[in-house]
């Protein structure tokens, strides 16, 4: 039995890689796939080509992410293991789905100047910045997995990003199906 009561039969992680919009998921789960050969899953994308959202939201400049479309087409592959799952949420998604939940996090400065050069102005940047500084990301994640599990990671600078893409590895090539 798996720490969350689920029975693990996947001998691959998965992972979920989590924060705010700007933090680096993107990037971080694109070189953390490359470098362990597990299959890379951005959400929003899939949301987007396989319309799993129920429209668009002209306030907030993005879809509505229609959950239950999203779980039920990831839940095959996520049962199968080896996934690096990317979103900027993660308290829908099944617990015994995620080995590892790592919640990237950068400093104000820096995420306004990367969110400011992809066009997000007013309540859509004020409202990621004020999402990072009172860490909403970190706190969801605490509340929706095991503690053992959740980690926080800085992600300002490519160092930082080398560093936590190789943490990463070195566990996903460690990690062992709890018997």
């Not at 820096?110 to 400011?116: G, I």
Request: net charge negative; glycine share 6%; hydrophobic share 35%.
């Amino acid at each position: 039995m798996a720490q969350n009561g689920s029975i693990r039969s996947r001998c691959r992680p998965n992972i979920l890689v989590t924060g705010t919009p700007g933090t680096g998921k993107t990037t971080t789960s694109s070189a953390l796939a490359e470098a362990t050969h597990l299959r890379h899953l951005n959400v929003g994308d899939l949301v987007r080509e396989k319309n799993l959202h129920d429209g668009w939201d002209p306030e907030l400049e993005s879809y509505l992410i229609n959950e239950d479309l999203v779980c039920d087409e990831l839940e095959d592959l996520m049962e199968e293991g080896g996934n690096i799952v990317d979103y900027h949420g993660c308290d829908f998604f099944p617990e015994r789905w995620f080995d590892r939940v790592v919640v990237l996090q950068t400093d104000n400065t820096v995420l306004y100047d990367r969110l400011s050069r992809r066009g997000y102005t007013g309540s859509k940047l004020s409202n990621n910045i004020e999402c990072e500084i009172f860490q909403v990301l970190l706190q969801e994640a605490r509340e929706s997995y095991p503690e053992d599990i959740v980690m926080a990671l800085k992600s300002d600078t490519i160092e930082d990003i080398t560093r936590n893409v190789t943490s990463l590895t070195d566990w996903a090539r460690s990690w062992h199906p709890a018997s």
